[in-house]
């Protein structure tokens, strides 16, 4: 499978606790883009990487949030002190520089208790 | 409380038939815009785009019509099949991010 892939897919946590995503993106992608996205709602742009910069980040991405891509390739994304309004899908698409599309992973799940 | 953010527009729509979906867009900068589909518990996948440049464009099944005048965005989709059916977002890009519309439930009855 060539597509962007993502780990965990499902997370249960204590309100509280950190948790750490991964993203994959396709394999000769240098943007990485993450979004969350609530029940019924479109996907919400957080931040994206160009290689290992950082170009964009989100108000929506508070200091309890932080996303890494340290060599270029994958990407984590941590949430520290989880609250359960961070309970939600988090998506992670990648894309080429020089064209539009972006392709998504099939989402972490976050439920926060 | 009602949750107004769960209930989503829904087309039903006989298998066979024609289905158009509209969205409205916001950002007259925009010149850059895409259709998803998501089935429920997965990632948006991609069905088709279009340049501000253009006012349609047609892929295998689907055609994308864009109206610049009134920010209007729609995609038609051909001989609905039951495979389909699930919600379908209208994104536009203004700069690097996408911003996406409210979602579409389309349902297809066989």
């Known amino acids: 499978d060539t597509g962007v892939s993502q780990n965990p897919r499902h997370k249960i946590t204590k309100r509280g606790q950190n948790v750490t995503f991964r993203c994959d993106p396709i394999s000769e992608h240098n943007r990485l883009y993450w979004y969350r996205q609530t029940l019924g709602q479109g996907p919400e742009f957080l931040t994206y990487?160009?290689?290992?910069?950082?170009?964009?980040k989100s108000r929506l991405l508070s200091d309890r949030f932080s996303a890494e891509r340290p060599k270029g390739s994958f990407s984590t994304l941590e949430i520290q002190r989880t609250e359960q309004g961070d309970s939600a899908m988090y998506l992670c698409a990648s894309s080429l520089s020089y064209q539009e599309t972006q392709y998504f992973g099939p989402g972490t799940r976050l439920l926060v208790l | 409380g009602e949750n107004v953010g769960l209930h989503l527009p829904t087309l039903s729509v006989q298998e066979g038939d024609n289905s158009i979906i509209n969205c409205a867009y916001s950002n007259s900068a925009s010149d850059y815009f895409i259709w998803y589909k998501q089935e429920s518990g997965k990632g948006p996948q991609f069905i088709i785009d279009i340049r501000s440049n253009m006012d349609k464009r047609q892929g295998q099944r689907v055609t994308v019509l864009l109206n610049k005048t009134v920010k209007h965005l729609s995609l038609q989709i051909a001989a609905t099949q039951p495979g389909d059916s699930a919600v379908y977002f209208c994104?536009?890009?203004?700069?690097?991010?996408?911003?996406f519309g409210k979602g579409n439930q389309v349902v297809v009855i066989p």
């Open positions: 990487f160009q290689n290992e910069a950082q170009l964009e």
């Open positions: 994104a536009e890009k203004p700069e690097n991010r996408l911003a």
